[in-house]
């Protein structure tokens, strides 16, 4: 597996979360790239803002679900806790000096279109219902002021 592209199929139709998938993409990539110089350092750090970012957009997302009154929320955070799980699996291999870089973006990005492609798609409808309520656009680019503004600087800021 390559160079990872985000394409329109991965669309859950709200332009921030799209957003956000496309830098978790950036991350694994990235990991792809330095991953044959084998610089532990520099891994070792794209490892960390991978996590923190992923950890990041998915509080977001449970707190847009939570918002929407999304009835599967609850299993969807368990899937994104064990996803974070696996995230630390992987650094802790790292850490015990298992090269773990190639095995680590091919699953990443298996589980990441995976679970876009499903459990994500699944809410679309009820948080752009609640974007709607709130007059925000979903597909709208950039945010600057308001609601959604201030609920993404709480989590990336
Ligand atoms: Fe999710």
């Known amino acids: 597996m390559g160079y990872w592209r985000w394409?329109?199929?991965f669309s859950v139709g709200i332009a921030i979360i799209d957003n956000q998938h496309k830098r978790i993409i950036e991350y694994i990539n990235e990991l792809g790239t330095?991953?044959?110089?084998?610089?532990?350092?520099?891994i070792r750090a794209v490892l960390a803002a991978l996590k923190d970012y992923t950890v990041s957009h998915l509080a977001f997302e449970e707190s847009m679900m939570e918002e929407a009154g999304y009835r599967k929320l609850?299993?969807?955070?368990?899937?994104?806790?064990?996803f974070i799980e696996r995230i630390n699996f992987f650094k802790e291999?790292?850490?015990?000096?298992?090269?773990?870089?190639?095995?680590?973006?091919?699953?990443?990005?298996?589980?990441l279109v995976n679970h876009i492609q499903h459990e994500d798609t699944d809410y679309k409808e009820a948080v752009q219902a609640m974007l709607h309520k709130r007059e925000i656009s979903p597909m709208e680019e950039h945010i600057k002021d308001g609601w959604l503004a201030t609920l993404r600087d709480k989590f990336f800021k």
């Open 34 to 42: 330095i991953s044959i110089y084998h610089d532990k350092a520099k």
């Open 74 to 82: 609850e299993a969807h955070k368990q899937i994104h806790l064990s």
């Open 7 to 9: 394409d329109a199929s």
């Open 93 to 111: 291999r790292y850490e015990n000096g298992e090269d773990i870089s190639q095995q680590l973006m091919m699953d990443l990005q298996m589980w």
